[in-house]
C-alpha cells in the first residue's frame, strides 16, 4: 500500500502522460495498492469546478482503499508539528496529519510536495519513489 498524495492526485487527472501519473496507474493497477485518506479526498474533491469531472472522480476515488484518521494520528501529527517548529521549520497542519498517517500505518508516500521532504529529513517518513 501507498498513501497517495494530493499532489499525484492533480498531476494524474491533469497530466496523464506524466511520469507521476504512470507511476499512479501501475499503483492503482497492482491489486489498488493506492491508498487514500480523508484530507487528500477532500483537497481532490473541491478542486474540481466542473460537476461532471467532479462527479466521475468521485466515483473513481470512492472505489480505491481508505484510511481513517484515529485520535492517534492526530495526536501524533500534533508532536510531529510541535517537533519541527522546534527546529523552526514550519509546515502545514493537514501534512503533519498525512505524514503522520503514513508513519503510524507504516506505508510510504507519493507526494511531489517539498513539506514531506521536509518532513522526511527530521521523521521517519518513508517517501514512494
Known amino acids: 500500500m501507498v498513501l497517495v498524495d494530493t499532489s499525484i492526485w492533480i498531476d494524474f487527472?491533469?497530466?496523464?502522460?506524466?511520469?507521476?501519473?504512470?507511476?499512479?496507474?501501475?499503483l492503482i493497477k497492482e491489486h489498488n495498492r493506492a491508498v487514500l485518506c480523508g484530507i487528500i479526498l477532500q483537497e481532490v474533491l473541491q478542486g474540481i469546478?466542473?460537476?461532471?469531472?467532479?462527479?466521475?472522480?468521485?466515483?473513481?476515488?470512492?472505489?480505491l482503499p481508505y484510511l481513517d484518521m484515529s485520535k492517534e494520528i492526530h495526536l501524533a501529527a500534533a508532536s510531529l508539528y510541535r517537533s519541527l517548529r522546534a527546529k523552526g521549520?514550519?509546515?502545514?497542519?493537514?501534512?503533519?496529519?498525512?505524514?503522520?498517517?503514513?508513519?503510524?500505518n507504516h506505508i510510504p508516500l507519493y507526494t511531489k510536495d517539498d513539506h514531506f521532504n521536509i518532513i522526511a529529513k527530521h521523521a521517519r517518513l518513508e517517501l514512494y519513489s
Open 49 to 63: 469546478r466542473d460537476n461532471k469531472s467532479h462527479a466521475a472522480t468521485k466515483e473513481r476515488l470512492t472505489k
Open 89 to 104: 521549520i514550519t509546515v502545514p497542519s493537514a501534512d503533519t496529519s498525512i505524514a503522520a498517517l503514513a508513519i503510524l
Open 13 to 26: 487527472f491533469q497530466h496523464p502522460v506524466s511520469p507521476q501519473a504512470a507511476m499512479l496507474e501501475n
